[in-house]
């Protein structure tokens, strides 16, 4: 078994080599105001169950766990809601990333933070999925690190979250659209930080009437929610589909590669960030817990 602190460093080594960090941030391949892809506007058969009265708008904002997995997410919301769909995550960022008035300090150009693109876009769903930077990576967390403070970390996280509800719901005027914050699976090396973490998405989104989809209970093993595992045993979903349960013989599938105790992409990361380009469980079962939340939620 690796000791944490040799953990800590190979993850540590991915985000900044492949998740677009400062040093990266320039390449991420993002329009400086993100326009809904060739395929938004398809119309795909629906899954069973009841359709949303209307499609609903979703925009997609996030981090490296967004930025590998918009493209599924996307897939997944078109098929199932009809939805009219937007993603814009930055690799390397957190919540002050997204916040006006951080361009200078920030990952994210002006034309791209939540308020700006709710404005535009006039979504009924903004879906937020942040890991919760922790290292310092983004100039606008102004050096606090989980490391360091955890109490002023938690504490800056948490008016981050407030400042960007605040900022969202004044950008959508009379049209506030509902966020909804994605809660993340477990972190090898500082499982009560993602918990906290959790927690905060929880405490905010009662305050201000919005949802939290519990995504990270996907990837998840049953016997432990905060218990981080690199396999799960195949989904009936799974089973049905081609290259989704990675090791059928043994009835599990992978959710990490084993360099990369963060990521749910099963391709090797870049320098420059994009989408997975491989099917991947982790990212699909994300997606698919995201897109019923939203869908119940449309109804």
Not at 222 to 231: F, H, I, K, L, V
């Amino acid at each position: 078994m690796r000791k944490p602190w040799i953990v800590g460093a190979i993850l540590a080594g991915v985000l900044l080599g492949g998740c677009g960090d400062p040093a990266s941030g320039p390449e991420v391949p993002a329009p400086a105001a993100p326009r809904a892809s060739a395929t938004t506007h398809q119309r795909a058969p629906a899954s069973p169950g009841p359709e949303p009265e209307k499609a609903p708008t979703v925009l997609y904002l996030g981090d490296s766990l967004a930025m590998e997995g918009q493209k599924v997410l996307g897939q997944e919301l078109r098929r199932d809601l009809k939805a009219r769909y937007t993603g814009a995550p930055y690799s390397g960022t957190t919540l002050c990333d997204y916040l006006e008035g951080t361009a200078e300090r920030s990952l994210v150009p002006a034309a791209d933070k939540a308020a700006a693109l709710v404005r535009r876009l006039r979504p009924d769903f903004v879906v937020l999925q942040f890991w919760g930077n922790s290292w310092g990576y983004t100039p606008c967390m102004d050096g606090i690190t989980y490391d360091k403070s955890p109490a002023r970390y938690f504490r800056r996280y948490d008016a981050d979250a407030r400042r960007l509800t605040e900022q969202i719901t004044a950008a959508g005027g009379g049209s506030r659209p509902r966020i909804v914050w994605v809660s993340q699976g477990p972190d090898p090396i500082t499982p009560d930080r993602v918990r906290r973490v959790n927690a905060l998405y929880e405490k905010r989104a009662a305050a201000s009437g919005d949802l939290v989809a519990d995504a990270g209970k996907a990837v998840s093993p049953a016997t432990g929610r905060y218990t981080w595992t690199q396999y799960l045993p195949c989904t009936a979903h799974e089973r049905a589909r081609p290259g989704l349960c990675t090791q059928p013989g043994r009835d599990r599938t992978a959710l990490h590669r084993d360099d990369d105790y963060l990521h749910f992409c099963l391709a090797p990361t870049t320098t420059r960030p994009k989408p997975c380009p491989v099917r991947s469980p982790g990212i699909l079962r994300i997606a698919r817990e995201v897109t019923k939340t939203v869908r119940q939620a449309a109804r």
